[in-house]
């Protein structure tokens, strides 16, 4: 039997380039979201672009945390520096072409750091965000021991 899931959000245009977007059937709060500066948006607003790069690199992180999770490995941080880049090809179209995730894990001894590189090279493998894109994905992981006082 097929699993499938559905996700509904509500967009309700509160200006040319500037809308606002809720989640009510999953009491999600409103966002704001809008064009970026680039494409003559208001600037300090959420813009697509934004939100795909966070995307992708959210689904990393949930995906990483349910995989260390069954794997039995405790992470103490996680934080990741994620760019997009987006590209204006031959055809003047605009696609995001590829998005670097650069997220650094802390554990708690040296044991633990080439488990913790595999179950993220595993995580972006199997991050569901990553597989239903067109983007190439880059992972520039680094792993970390926390410091012992």
Request: proline letters at 5%; a negative charge; charged letters at 25%.
């Amino acid at each position: 039997m097929i699993e499938s899931h559905d996700y509904q959000i509500q967009l309700e245009a509160s200006g040319p380039k500037t809308a606002m977007v809720d989640g009510r059937e999953d009491r999600l709060p409103s966002l704001e979201i809008a064009s970026p500066p680039e494409f003559g948006g208001p600037g300090s607003t959420w813009s697509p672009e934004h939100l795909f790069v966070a995307s992708v690199s959210a689904c990393l992180m949930t995906t990483f945390s349910v995989i260390a999770e069954i794997a039995g490995l405790e992470v103490l941080e996680y934080h990741d520096e994620a760019t997009g880049r987006l590209l204006r090809g031959d055809d003047r179209l605009y696609r995001m072409d590829v998005v670097t995730l650069r997220p650094r894990v802390v554990v708690s001894d040296e044991s633990k750091v080439d488990k913790a590189l595999r179950l993220l090279e595993k995580a972006e493998s199997v991050c569901l965000i990553s597989r239903s894109v067109n983007s190439e994905i880059r992972l520039e992981a680094t792993v970390a021991v926390a410091e012992t006082v």
